[in-house]
């Protein structure tokens, strides 16, 4: 990402969250690429974005479809003209969100996830009649939702019982966020999913769409099990993938720009907090974000308004009034807490994107 | 707070952010009398719940005026009829932002916090002639921003010295966060404040405000030394609160209310993640947040859309479609991220307040 000066008139006051347009086009187009060459289709997820400008390109790219974890989500980017949505989420269908389900169902091929026969059963009555296709959830290691590889035909035979179409099976191996994990987690994303479609074939359903993928796992998938991954962070990239080693600096196409307020010894006060970045922080991280640049500061302290920042003593200590690009460790976290992003091109502000998701968390 | 019937018509679809009336109320109360019996002026932290409703209740209840991190907070506080404001954070103070420091001035009483002589120099020449006061920020142990205390009188004469009124000295005992600090904590915030007092005395130059308190330290606050206290979480209080023993769980007025979406063994997963309740989490917590009336229940992991919480063999466990009220760690960072708080009061769901400041970080 170029240095650019951000005092220049276009852009707004600091802190506020920028987008280096062509790092980003560059994250997308790679991510395509690569999946075409592995033969695996994109459905990116769009909870990291949540622009729609941003899921135009992806989709113009080949992406089959987006994947979105809520209800409200999947709303915006069908009324933005996406016509194949997957949610991949394991819904509690209440009446409001069963209309809410048919409505979309009625624009947009739509998908979600189930991980029990029971949920099978409920959504079924919910939105019975309604071409809704459901992805049974399969849990390969990260131990949150999803179930057992072997109880994935118990539940696609309950969707299918309740008048449900069987799309296939998906995974989210999130277990691969941190060091060295990504490889093994991506065995164990293979493995189950492998098994949930030996489970579902027994039964004698066909598993057409097995898919998983996160960004660290997504260059692991193995395409000789999966048909599908689903990265999202990859758009941007963040400190945690920087560190993870799944991208390099130049990748990285999302920083909050913040100004330096205050100093005291070799630390300086930046105006970006976890209001800003997000307080997301494993404890393998390093800090509470990197600084753009500075690859050897370390962000020792985030409050809501203020990043501590601690420069090694052999490096010039920024001073009241520079700008510097913090990148955020967790960035569909600082996405979601901004209105709007604001995009550099050419190395000159080129305009604003809303991020017309942001908070639609039901 | 009541159990009550989140299913029902008038509450929106979960996860949403809901704030019992009577609660806050309590609180809101509570802190104002203890304030007026200490002697102390309230000057509440309106980033907490950055709602303009609330902010009357306060300044009805007696505070002096508000506390702000930013001044679009500032901003729409004296939109909504707020006449003393304090920005308690050491601005840059770039052409754009001496604009709206002078429009606030002209409109409110306004104090802004700085931390060096130079600060007090930009200001100074920025809004030269504006009616703006400054309050030197103290660093009394939290070594974030804030200068020593015996630099007071250098910052306080450079204010001077460039056409600005010294209202007086403020800091923010925020290493009070954290099991059996806040005595010594609010022991360190004294003593700061006192030598900066004296810093400032011995240059000639009073003190009128001698400004300190979170809502840890509040009631330890040292009325010797002391004449205002700025906490902000009081209102609603959160689990970090709860579990530093500031408040009780019958002090607990806001909440995310959650629908179980899955379960695997003793574990159910919740609907309400870290895009929700904020990912902070200290070390001394006992987990992402707390789940109101199951104090045995323990938050094991925090993904953006689902919260694991881990159920006690003796518990009757939650069944998907329950309703839980998730208590967040640090309350302002879950209010940062709504854009609407459900008020319930007399059990029922009595309407909404937006969180007119949500995300104006700068």
Same mark, same amino acid.
């Given at each position: 990402?170029?240095?650019?000066?951000?005092?220049?008139?276009?852009?707004?006051?600091?802190?506020?969250?920028?987008?280096?347009?062509?790092?980003?086009?560059?994250?997308?187009?790679?991510?395509?690429?690569?999946?075409?060459?592995?033969?695996?289709?994109?459905?990116?997820?769009?909870?990291?974005?949540?622009?729609?400008?941003?899921?135009?390109?992806?989709?113009?790219?080949?992406?089959?479809?987006?994947?979105?974890?809520?209800?409200?989500?999947?709303?915006?980017?069908?009324?933005?003209?996406?016509?194949?949505?997957?949610?991949?989420?394991?819904?509690?269908?209440?009446?409001?969100?069963?209309?809410?389900?048919?409505?979309?169902?009625?624009? &947009? @091929? +739509?998908?979600?996830?189930?991980? #029990?026969?029971? /949920? %099978?059963?409920?959504?079924?009555?919910? !939105?019975? =009649? $309604?071409?809704?296709?459901?992805?049974?959830?399969?849990?390969?290691?990260?131990?949150?939702?999803?179930?057992?590889?072997?109880?994935?035909?118990?539940?696609?035979?309950?969707?299918?019982?309740?008048?449900?179409?069987?799309?296939?099976?998906?995974?989210?191996?999130?277990?691969?966020?941190?060091?060295?994990?990504?490889?093994?987690?991506?065995?164990?994303?293979? &493995? @189950? +999913?492998?098994?949930?479609?030996? #489970?579902?074939? /027994? %039964?004698?359903?066909?598993?057409?769409? !097995?898919? =998983? $993928?996160?960004?660290?796992?997504?260059?692991?998938?193995?395409?000789?099990?999966?048909?599908?991954?689903?990265?999202?962070?990859?758009?941007?990239?963040?400190?945690?993938?920087?560190?993870?080693?799944?991208?390099?600096?130049?990748?990285?196409?999302?920083?909050?720009?913040?100004?330096?307020?205050?100093?005291?010894?070799?630390?300086?006060?930046?105006?970006?907090?976890?209001?800003?970045?997000?307080?997301?922080?494993?404890?393998? /991280?390093?800090?509470?974000?990197?600084?753009?640049?500075?690859?050897?500061?370390?962000?020792?302290?985030?409050?809501?308004?203020?990043?501590?920042?601690?420069?090694?003593?052999?490096?010039?200590?920024?001073?009241?009034?520079?700008?510097?690009?913090?990148?955020?460790?967790?960035?569909?976290?600082?996405?979601?807490?901004?209105?709007?992003?604001?995009?550099?091109?050419?190395?000159?502000?080129?305009?604003?994107?809303?991020?017309?998701?942001?908070?639609?968390?039901?």
């Amino acid at each position: 990402m170029d240095q650019l000066n951000f005092a220049a008139p276009g852009f707004p006051s600091t802190p506020f969250l920028c987008v280096d347009a062509a790092t980003m086009d560059r994250n997308l187009a790679a991510m395509a690429d690569r999946a075409a060459m592995a033969g695996l289709s994109l459905r990116p997820h769009a909870k990291t974005h949540k622009v729609p400008e941003i899921a135009g390109r992806q989709l113009a790219l080949g992406a089959v479809g987006l994947t979105v974890a809520t209800l409200g989500e999947a709303e915006v980017f069908a009324d933005a003209g996406c016509t194949d949505l997957f949610l991949a989420y394991p819904l509690w269908v209440t009446p409001a969100r069963a209309a809410r389900v048919g409505a979309l169902a009625s624009r &947009a @091929a +739509l998908r979600i996830g189930l991980d #029990s026969a029971d /949920a %099978a059963r409920e959504l079924g009555r919910a !939105v019975a =009649g $309604g071409d809704v296709q459901v992805v049974v959830e399969i849990d390969s290691g990260h131990h949150r939702s999803g179930c057992r590889p072997e109880e994935a035909d118990a539940v696609a035979q309950a969707a299918l019982d309740n008048g449900l179409a069987v799309a296939g099976v998906f995974t989210f191996p999130g277990h691969g966020y941190g060091p060295g994990k990504r490889r093994a987690a991506a065995g164990q994303e293979a &493995a @189950a +999913l492998s098994a949930a479609v030996a #489970s579902l074939a /027994a %039964a004698g359903i066909a598993a057409g769409t !097995v898919s =998983g $993928g996160s960004t660290p796992t997504a260059a692991e998938a193995d395409a000789g099990v999966l048909n599908e991954i689903r990265p999202g962070v990859y758009v941007f990239n963040d400190a945690q993938q920087v560190e993870l080693g799944t991208c390099g600096w130049d990748d990285v196409a999302l920083t909050a720009v913040a100004t330096v307020v205050s100093s005291a010894g070799r630390n300086v006060i930046l105006d970006a907090g976890s209001k800003v970045l997000g307080a997301d922080q494993p404890a393998w /991280a390093t800090g509470g974000g990197r600084i753009l640049g500075i690859p050897e500061a370390r962000i020792t302290a985030l409050s809501e308004h203020h990043a501590t920042v601690a420069i090694p003593e052999r490096m010039p200590l920024p001073r009241r009034g520079d700008i510097l690009q913090v990148v955020p460790n967790h960035v569909c976290a600082a996405v979601n807490l901004a209105d709007e992003l604001v995009v550099v091109r050419d190395g000159a502000p080129a305009g604003t994107w809303a991020v017309a998701a942001r908070g639609l968390n039901s």
